[in-house]
C-alpha cells in the first residue's frame, strides 16, 4: 500500500469515526509531498462535511461554518486544472456551494457531474444523490422567488405527548383506561380498535367526539426516547432531573384535536396522558417541543378547569450573530387550529414586553374564536394599554405576505431561508396600527415602530390585558385551590398575597396585591396593599373586608422561600414536599 493509500484509508476511517476535525488537523501538518490531488480533495470534503455538521448541531465546534466552506472552495479552485474531469471535484463544490446558500451555482456543478459519469444503471445509482440535491436547489430556489406556507408538519397537525414512567415494569391495561376515557365530561361515542400484536408499538387506536367534535387519538409504546431540542417549560427536583437523564420509556399519546375552545382540548389530552401513565416522570410536549413536570400534569388532570394558556405552548428566540435583531415565536399552537405567533426585529431590550405581548395575544386567540374560513385571526380590541394609556392594536398576517420584501440572508432572523426547515407553515407576523384610526383603515406598521413604547425600562408603564374569560379561569382555578390557602394564612397570614379587584379613584375596577395580614376565612379578612405595578398613594394601605363575596379574589400567592406557590404552580407542592412541611401543610 502507497503512502497516499494509507492517508486515504486512515482520512475515511476517522471521518466513519465522525471525526472531521482531527481529520482537518492531520491533513493540514502534512508535509507538501504528501498532499496530493486526491488528499486535498477529502479536506475539501471533510471541511463542508464538519460545515454542515456545525449547523445541523450534529457536532459542538467552536468555528464558524461558513468559514470552513469558503476555505473547500478556495482548495478546491486551487485543484481546477487536475479536477476538470473529476465527478468528485464537481460534486464537492456543488455540495459546498449548497451549505453556503449559493443554489444557483451549485446547480451547474451537480449537471456537470451526470455529464460525466457513465449512464450505466450501477453508476447512475452510485450518484443518485445528485439529481436530488438538483431537486433540492430548484426547490429552495422556487420557495425564496415565491415563498408560500408549506404543509404543517406532523407535529403540528396532531398533538403527541410522550409520557415517560418512573417504574420500569409498568404496562398500561387497556381494559379500565378505555372507560376512564368514556367517563370523561362531552365525551361520547368512543370506540377503540386494540393492537392484535402484543409486540407492536401501537396499543390501541381510539376515536370518538369531545363537545360535539370529532377526535381520532393513538396510544403507543414507547422505549427510549431521546429528548434531545426540547425545552424544561416547568419546575424539577433534583432527583427527578436525575431520573430523566435514566429513564426513558412510557406511552405517547397522538391526538388529533378540534379547533373550538383550545384549552379544553389540552385539558383533555393532559387528563388522558395522566390515565396512561399515572405514575409520570415527566410528559414530552413534542407539538410545542417541551418538557413538563409529571407533577404538573397530574395536578392539571386533577382540576375541573382548564390549564393556563402559558402551558401549552413555548415561546423561541432566534438573534443574529451580534444579538442585537431577534425573531421570537411560539411552537405548540397549530396543532389548536391556531397561526403560531412571530415578532420580527425585537431586540434585548425589548425581550420581556415582547414575550407579555405575544402571550396576551395567544391569550385573546384561545378566548376568541375566528373565523374558521381564514387563517388569521382579526383581534379588534387592544391587547395592552402603554404609557400614558395609549391603547396598543396589533395586526397578525400570514408569514409569506409579511416578508415577501425581506432579507434572504441566512443570518437574518426570521428570513426566508431561515424558514427553509421551520416556522415556514401557519404562521404568522405580528404588527400594530399607531392609532384607532389606522385600525379602522387597516394601515398597519412595523411592531418596531412602537419600540419607545415597549422598551422593557417602560415595562411598568404597560397593562396587558386579561380578558373576562380567562379572568374566570383564573378565579375558577384560585377558589378550587383556596384550601392551601386558608390553611397557610391561619397559621402564617403574612405568607400570603391575593390579587384583590379594587375601585380605583374613578370607580373602575382593577387587581391590586395585597398582603394579607389578619385571616378568618375568605370573606373575612385583613390585607395591606403591596403592589409595585400599581404603586401609589393606597400603596401600603390597610384595608378589612367583612363578609366579603370571594368574587373579588383573582387569585393567590404563597411565598415558601425561593418559590412562590400559585394556582399554576401549585404542583410545586408535590415536587418539592418539603414546603409542606415549610407551610405547615402536613
Known amino acids: 500500500m502507497t503512502r497516499e493509500e494509507e492517508l486515504l484509508a486512515k482520512i475515511q476511517e476517522m471521518c466513519d469515526q465522525d471525526l472531521e476535525a482531527d481529520v482537518i488537523k492531520m491533513i493540514d501538518a502534512l508535509p507538501d509531498g504528501e498532499r496530493t490531488y486526491k488528499v486535498v480533495g477529502l479536506l475539501a470534503r471533510t471541511l463542508s462535511n464538519l460545515a454542515g455538521m456545525i449547523r445541523s448541531g450534529y457536532v459542538e465546534d467552536v468555528q464558524d ?42 446547480i451547474p456543478y451537480f449537471e456537470h457531474v451526470m455529464a460525466l459519469i457513465p449512464d450505466d444503471p450501477e453508476t447512475q445509482e ?28 406532523y407535529f403540528m397537525r396532531r398533538s403527541m405527548v410522550i409520557c415517560i414512567q418512573r417504574d420500569a415494569a409498568y404496562r398500561l391495561d387497556i381494559d379500565p383506561f378505555v372507560p376512564r376515557i368514556a367517563a370523561v365530561d362531552g365525551i361520547e361515542g368512543l370506540v377503540c380498535e386494540r393492537a392484535g400484536d402484543e409486540s407492536a408499538s401501537t396499543v390501541a387506536r381510539i376515536k370518538g367526539c369531545f363537545y360535539g367534535e370529532e377526535f381520532d387519538m393513538e396510544i403507543d409504546r414507547v422505549e427510549d426516547f431521546d429528548p434531545s431540542g426540547l425545552r424544561v417549560s416547568t419546575y424539577f427536583n433534583d432527583s427527578d432531573i436525575e431520573l430523566v437523564q435514566e429513564l426513558h420509556s412510557g406511552y405517547a399519546v397522538d391526538m388529533r384535536f378540534g379547533t373550538d375552545d383550545p384549552s379544553r382540548w389540552f385539558h383533555l389530552q393532559m387528563c388522558i396522558a395522566d390515565m396512561a401513565v399515572p405514575d409520570m416522570l415527566v ?157 379602522a383603515e387597516d394601515v398597519y406598521q412595523p411592531l418596531w415602530m412602537m419600540d419607545d413604547f415597549l422598551d422593557d425600562g417602560h415595562e411598568d408603564d404597560t397593562k396587558f390585558i386579561i380578558c373576562e374569560e380567562e379572568n374566570t379561569r383564573m378565579h375558577r382555578l384560585a377558589m378550587e385551590t383556596f384550601d392551601i390557602v386558608e390553611r397557610v394564612a391561619r397559621l402564617t397570614p403574612e405568607k400570603v398575597m391575593l390579587r384583590l379587584w379594587l375601585e380605583d379613584d374613578d370607580g373602575e375596577l382593577d387587581t ?75
Not at 444523490?129 to 415565491?146: N, R, T, Y
Not at 418559590?563 to 405547615?584: Q, W
Open 65 to 106: 461554518p461558513d468559514a470552513l466552506d469558503r476555505r473547500a472552495l478556495e482548495i478546491l479552485a486551487e485543484t481546477a486544472e487536475e479536477g476538470k474531469d473529476d465527478p468528485n471535484w464537481w460534486c464537492r463544490n456543488g455540495y459546498t456551494r449548497m451549505g453556503l446558500g449559493m443554489e444557483a451555482e451549485a
Open 126 to 153: 452510485f450518484w443518485s444523490d445528485v439529481p436530488e440535491a438538483i431537486g433540492q436547489c430548484k426547490a429552495i430556489l422556487d420557495f425564496l422567488d415565491h415563498p408560500k406556507a408549506k404543509e404543517k408538519p
Open 283 to 439: 410528559a414530552y410536549d413534542l407539538s410545542a417541543c417541551q418538557a413538563l413536570s409529571g407533577h404538573l400534569v397530574r395536578r392539571i388532570a386533577s382540576s375541573a378547569v382548564p390549564p393556563h394558556p402559558d402551558f401549552a405552548y413555548t415561546i423561541w428566540d432566534e438573534a443574529d450573530s451580534r444579538g442585537t435583531d431577534v425573531w421570537l415565536y411560539t411552537r405548540g399552537l397549530q396543532r389548536m387550529g391556531l397561526p403560531d405567533i412571530e415578532i420580527m426585529h425585537s431586540s434585548p431590550r425589548h425581550a420581556v414586553c415582547h414575550r407579555k405581548l405575544i402571550r396576551a395575544v395567544v391569550k385573546y386567540m384561545f378566548w376568541n374564536r375566528h373565523d374558521k374560513a381564514s387563517s388569521v385571526p382579526k383581534i379588534d380590541l387592544p391587547v395592552a394599554y402603554m404609557a400614558g394609556g395609549v391603547p396598543l392594536y396589533v395586526r397578525l398576517l400570514p408569514w409569506p405576505e409579511a416578508i415577501k420584501d425581506g432579507s434572504r440572508s441566512a443570518g437574518t432572523p426570521g428570513s426566508l431561508r431561515t424558514r427553509l426547515k421551520r416556522m415556514n407553515s401557519d404562521s404568522c407576523v405580528m404588527f400594530a396600527y399607531p392609532d384607532e384610526q389606522a385600525v
Open 512 to 586: 391590586l396585591w395585597a398582603r394579607l395580614t389578619k385571616y378568618v376565612d375568605r370573606n373575612n379578612f385583613e390585607i395591606r396593599i403591596e403592589d409595585d405595578e400599581h404603586a401609589g398613594e393606597d400603596n401600603g394601605s390597610q384595608l378589612a373586608f367583612i363578609d366579603e363575596t370571594d368574587e373579588r379574589i383573582s387569585t393567590w400567592l404563597i411565598e415558601a422561600g425561593e418559590h412562590c406557590v400559585t394556582p399554576e404552580s401549585i404542583y410545586l407542592l408535590d415536587a418539592e414536599p418539603g414546603l409542606k412541611k415549610e407551610l405547615g401543610l402536613e
